[in-house]
């Protein structure tokens, strides 16, 4: 059974600093990860999609990488803004169709003007 | 025009009662999923739809019933709830091939069961 973790739990940096999210997965034979993000009491928006042939993804400042060998994925935040406190998920996919996301148990970042 | 629209935002109902949670959406996507999510928790599957067929139910309790009346649209039918059926209701969507089946989530509804 495929199992996603992600480390930390909890972060709080000072605004302005560059930090590093981590996503993990039990099952490398995936089809596809994706990056969420969720403001409180809010749906999620997507904002990176990784196919399992890429490697990384980029929109704006954010940057996303996969090695799927290993079973990791980082998604990176340049020069953090207070805008980007929120809890940001990461899902796993298996298949193509409609196999559902596995999803990770998030971390809530706080970043501190 | 990536939205998938839920209505209505906030919904209090009493154990009694019978209400709907609507979901729409318009890319043309023939996959739509329903998730509940608790506070500080990642959400949970409860139904898929794969061309308006029912394709995987998570073993949810009858009172929660689903209904894909096309394409386009997806209801979530609540009958004689719970205290403990308070939660975030999801709605999602994707391509089931070629896009990379990207997920698209709306905003929820947040349900409360008095």
């Known amino acids: 059974k495929q199992e996603v973790t992600q480390i930390p739990a909890a972060l709080s940096v000072p605004e302005g600093e560059n930090l590093v999210l981590n996503c993990s997965f039990t099952d490398s034979a995936i089809y596809n990860l994706q990056w969420f993000r969720q403001d409180p009491g809010k749906g999620l928006t997507s904002l990176l999609l990784?196919?399992?042939?890429?490697r990384e993804q980029t929109s704006g400042r954010l940057n996303a990488s996969l090695d799927k060998s290993s079973g990791r994925s980082t998604l990176y935040i340049a020069a953090s803004q207070p805008g980007d406190s929120a809890t940001y998920l990461c899902a796993v996919k298996l298949n193509s169709g409609n196999t559902p996301l596995v999803f990770g148990k998030g971390t809530r970042l706080s970043v501190i003007a | 025009d990536t939205e998938v629209t839920q209505t209505p935002k906030h919904l209090v109902m009493g154990m009694t009662n019978k209400k709907s949670l609507k979901c729409e959406q318009h890319m043309g996507h023939r996959a739509m999923y329903w998730y509940k999510q608790k506070a500080k928790k990642p959400p949970e599957l409860m139904f898929v739809y794969s061309y308006e067929k029912l394709s995987i139910n998570e073993s949810v309790p009858s009172r929660f019933s689903p209904e894909c009346p096309n394409s386009s649209l997806l209801n979530l039918h609540l009958h004689a709830l719970q205290p403990e059926d308070s939660a975030l209701y999801l709605c999602?969507?994707?391509?089931?091939?070629?896009?990379?089946?990207?997920?698209?989530f709306g905003q929820g509804t947040r349900l409360t069961v008095v």
């Open positions: 990784i196919q399992s042939s890429q």
């Open positions: 999602a969507s994707s391509q089931l091939r070629d896009r990379g089946s990207e997920a698209f």
